[in-house]
């Protein structure tokens, strides 16, 4: 019988198939004499095109001790808002439940986008781009795709990928499993590229 591939094996078979290159790392932490299993630090990433415009990124630390042992998504580098930081979410029940709101969340002035969304943190200039009626409908059909979806500005330091050195990282991503089904991966891909692209223009 042959065995099951892992999520990296996986992964690498959506490269070759897809022509993309693929990075990826399996450092292990050696199982003991009272728990057999050997777990790994992975970390992968795979850019979608040879402008290396956004990348699919997926990480897992099961020794790791903060927030941020797990996420997988698609990632793009932008210039600047490196002092920055966003999340952007679906409005979940307890958001719904809580009549006197949250003094922390940003409003766009968009009333459909901002009875749905949720957008928190630190920011002085990113929050101009989300003005765009595009590209919150976009935003919108992307949160749609999957109820664990984050999309999120410098929330990750994704330093072992030379393209973000230096940059600021907007992604679309999970911190609850890899997704490693090749059409959902192609479909992060397809938003991502469309929102970089609306917010680089609404630079200028």
Do not use: C
Not at 122 to 133: A, E, G, H, M, V
Not at 166 to 186: A, C, H, M, Q
């Amino acid at each position: 019988m042959e065995a099951e591939k892992s999520v990296i094996e996986k992964l690498i078979e959506f490269a070759e198939i897809s022509k993309r290159k693929i990075t990826y790392s399996e450092i292990p932490y050696p199982g003991n004499a009272l728990y057999g299993v050997t777990h790994h630090e992975r970390n992968v990433y795979i850019p979608n095109n040879d402008n290396a415009s956004s990348f699919l990124v997926a990480y897992y630390n099961p020794k790791s001790m903060n927030d941020n042992d797990l996420y997988f998504g698609v990632f793009s580098p932008l210039i600047g808002y490196n002092d920055e930081n966003l999340i952007i979410r679906q409005k979940n029940i307890i958001d719904k439940a809580n009549i006197f709101g949250n003094k922390n969340t940003i409003k766009t002035g968009t009333a459909s986008f901002d009875k749905s969304i949720i957008i928190t943190g630190n920011t002085q200039n990113f929050d101009k781009r989300l003005n765009n009626i595009k590209l919150q409908t976009i935003i919108q059909e992307t949160l749609q795709l999957n109820e664990g979806l984050i999309i999120g500005l410098n929330n990750f330091k994704l330093n072992y990928v030379p393209a973000f050195n230096n940059k600021s990282v907007f992604g679309i991503y999970t911190r609850l499993k890899w997704i490693i089904e090749p059409d959902f991966i192609e479909e992060l891909f397809s938003k991502s590229e469309k929102m970089r692209v609306l917010i680089t223009e609404s630079e200028y």
